[in-house]
């Protein structure tokens, strides 16, 4: 059974830092992750799709990594602001018939 | 403006009453989700549709009821019994199953 894992579930840093954000899947048979960010009250955003060829993702501040072998994904994100603070949520799509599996998201609290 | 729209945004429920939530894409998506969203806990899948006129159960159908008879619409029905309704409810889409899934604003249905 695919389980996804997000640690730590909320992360507060001051504004300016990088940082990482981690998601851990048990199966490593998916066919592609991605991330998503949801600001409070609202849907999902989706910030980066990896395909499971694929090791890395870049969109502007944005870079996600995969590791299937290992079952880690990272998203790290450069030069933090404030208007980053939001819920980051990473999804595995299974190679078997392709259903998302959740992560319980990280909290992400950017200091001015 | 292409994207996900769902209505309402809040949504108040008597016990014993049946409602219905809203979903319309025009993105052209073959593929439709409905998930519910709990704090602190990943997204759970209630259905998925993967085409028009078919639509399969997920982890959590019991106490819900869908249809697709269009393309661009897929409501979601909360019955009386679903005992524990009170959720935040989202919608999404995707070109097929295997694609990059995007999603609607969200109804927060709350039981009174």
């Known amino acids: 059974k695919q389980e996804v894992t997000q640690i730590p579930a909320a992360l507060s840093v001051p504004e300016g830092e990088n940082l990482v954000l981690n998601c851990s899947f048990t199966d490593s048979a998916i066919y592609n992750l991605q991330w998503f960010r949801q600001d409070p009250g609202k849907g999902l955003t989706s910030l980066l799709l990896?395909?499971?060829s694929q090791r890395e993702q870049t969109s502007g501040r944005l870079n996600a990594s995969l590791d299937k072998s290992s079952g880690r994904s990272t998203l790290y994100i450069a030069a933090s602001q404030p208007g980053d603070s939001a819920t980051y949520l990473c999804a595995v799509r299974r190679s078997s018939n392709y259903q998302l599996i959740w992560g319980a998201g990280t909290k992400l609290i950017i200091k001015p | 403006d292409g994207g996900i729209t769902q209505s309402p945004k809040y949504l108040f429920r008597k016990e014993g009453q049946n409602v219905t939530l809203s979903c319309e894409q025009n993105l052209n998506h073959d593929a439709m989700y409905w998930y519910r969203q709990d704090p602190g806990q990943g997204l759970r899948l209630i259905y998925y549709?993967?085409?028009?006129?078919?639509?399969q159960k997920g982890d959590i159908a019991e106490g819900y009821s869908v249809s697709r008879e269009k393309k661009e619409s897929f409501p979601l029905t909360v019955t009386s019994a679903q005992k524990n309704p009170t959720a935040f409810y989202l919608c999404a889409s995707s070109a097929n199953s295997n694609t990059e899934a995007f999603f609607g604003q969200g109804t927060r249905l709350t039981v009174v």
């Open positions: 990896i395909q499971s």
């Open positions: 549709s993967q085409i028009v006129n078919d639509f």
